[in-house]
């Protein structure tokens, strides 16, 4: 069974940081992109960052560019997400899915998503 | 303010066809593929329609995907409650460098 399993999320304060991780089983993980998309509560999809099959390329979106990282390890098969300087408008279910080609930047769909992890960003 | 526009809701009774739009630009849609995600309440989205009209394994063909341009548009015929979900259109922005999505528009089946 193809399967996405994210953790690490929780209650941080403001300008913390948190990081979260993905396990991946069930396929080849690292001939794969993957990503990070969030979802604030009550609000849509927001993509937050892409990471090619190996690692060369990587993507964020402007609103948490310079305080996201986003990396993958193949031999563990996990992604990962290090979020510094936490602001609350980054509370949000967050996201790993599976990318269908090797470059995020390729829009062929994310075939495979987790079940999201849980960041509350308050004081 | 979604890259992507879509209506905010759409409705039909049982058993008749829907169709949600998504439109976009020259940078997104007009040049790359779109896909269409269904989130059921309290779920995960799930993949729908990929390469603006290509179905992955396990989707009934009542789920069907277009293009044309810079738009794109999913149809969804014999409609029943357990459809009732938010869809989103997503593709890449070749200008923004950046993964777009759609608002969302959910379908209330009546």
Redesign the interface.
């Known amino acids: 069974e193809v399967r996405l399993v994210e953790s690490g999320g929780g209650l941080v304060q403001p300008g913390r940081s948190l990081r979260l991780s993905c396990a991946a089983s069930g396929f080849t993980f690292g001939e794969f992109a993957m990503?990070w998309?969030r979802q604030a509560p009550g609000k849509?999809?927001?993509?937050v960052s892409?990471i090619s099959w190996k690692s060369d390329t990587l993507?964020y979106?402007?609103s948490v560019k310079g305080r996201f990282t986003i990396s993958r390890d193949n031999a563990r098969n996990s992604l990962y997400l290090q979020m510094n300087s936490l602001r609350a408008e980054d509370t949000a279910l967050y996201?790993c899915?599976k990318h269908?080609g090797l470059d995020?930047?390729?829009?062929?769909?994310?075939?495979?998503?987790?079940?999201?992890t849980t960041v509350t960003v308050s004081s | 303010q979604?890259v992507l526009t879509q209506p905010p809701s759409v409705s039909a009774a049982p058993g008749q066809k829907v169709t949600v739009s998504c439109s976009g630009s020259t940078s997104n849609i007009g040049n790359?593929?779109?896909?269409w995600?269904q989130?059921l309440p309290g779920?995960?989205?799930?993949?729908l329609?990929?390469?603006n009209d290509k179905r992955?394994s396990g989707i009934p063909d009542r789920f069907s995907g277009s293009k044309s341009g810079t738009s794109a548009t999913l149809a969804i015929t014999g409609l029943h409650t357990g459809d009732e979900a938010?869809y989103?259109c997503?593709?890449?922005d070749s200008s923004l460098?950046?993964?777009?999505?759609?608002?969302?528009t959910k379908l209330t089946v009546l």
Do not use: C, H
């Open positions: 990503y998309v849509g999809l927001e993509w892409g993507g979106a402007d996201y899915a269908r995020f930047r390729e829009s062929y769909g994310m075939d495979v998503w987790g079940q999201g | 979604s790359n593929f779109v896909s995600y989130q779920t995960a989205p799930k993949l329609i990929y390469e992955p938010d989103y997503g593709t890449w460098s950046s993964w777009v999505f759609g608002g969302g």
